[in-house]
C-alpha cells in the first residue's frame, strides 16, 4: 500500500515563496512518476507539474512555469514542489500523486492516470 503524505503549505504574502514536499512510503519509488495538482474551492482539480521516474523531464502547466519548479530526492522517497512568486490565483489544496503505468506526456497531466494521492496541503496567498 502507497501512502503519499504532503506537507509545506501555509497562508503567504503575494510574491512570496514556499516549498511543498511530499513524502512517499510502501513503493520503490524511484520507479514511478510523480505529480502535483492543485483544487480550488469551486473549481476542478487542475495539472500543476510532473517529472518521470528518473527525474530527467519536467512537465510545467502554463500558469506556473517559470515560477514552480518540481523535484525529487529518490533516497528520501520526496517529491517538491519549489513555488515563487506565489499569486493570490495560487491558492489551493495542493496534492501530490503517483503514477505506476509508466505513462508520458501529456498523459501525465491527466488526473486519472495516477494510482496514490496524498490529502493534500493547503496553500493561501493574500493579496
Known amino acids: 500500500q502507497v501512502q503519499l503524505v504532503e506537507s509545506g503549505g501555509g497562508l503567504v504574502q503575494a510574491g512570496a515563496s514556499l516549498r511543498l514536499s511530499c513524502a512517499a512510503s510502501?513503493?520503490?519509488?524511484?520507479?514511478?512518476?510523480m505529480g502535483w495538482f492543485r483544487q480550488a474551492p469551486g473549481k476542478e482539480r487542475e495539472f500543476v507539474a510532473a517529472?518521470?521516474?528518473?527525474?530527467?523531464?519536467?512537465y510545467y502547466a502554463d500558469s506556473v512555469k517559470g515560477r514552480f519548479t518540481i523535484s525529487r530526492d529518490d533516497a528520501k522517497n520526496t517529491v517538491y514542489l519549489q513555488m515563487n512568486s506565489l499569486r493570490p490565483e495560487d491558492t489551493a489544496v495542493y496534492s501530490c500523486?503517483?503514477?505506476?503505468?509508466?505513462?508520458?506526456?501529456?498523459?501525465?497531466?491527466?488526473?486519472?492516470?495516477?494510482?496514490?494521492w496524498g490529502q493534500g496541503t493547503q496553500v493561501t496567498v493574500s493579496s
Open positions: 510502501g513503493r520503490t519509488f524511484s520507479r514511478y512518476a
Open positions: 517529472i518521470v521516474w528518473n527525474g530527467g523531464n519536467t
Open positions: 500523486a503517483l503514477e505506476s503505468t509508466i505513462s508520458t506526456w501529456p498523459r501525465l497531466s491527466r488526473p486519472y492516470v495516477y494510482d496514490y
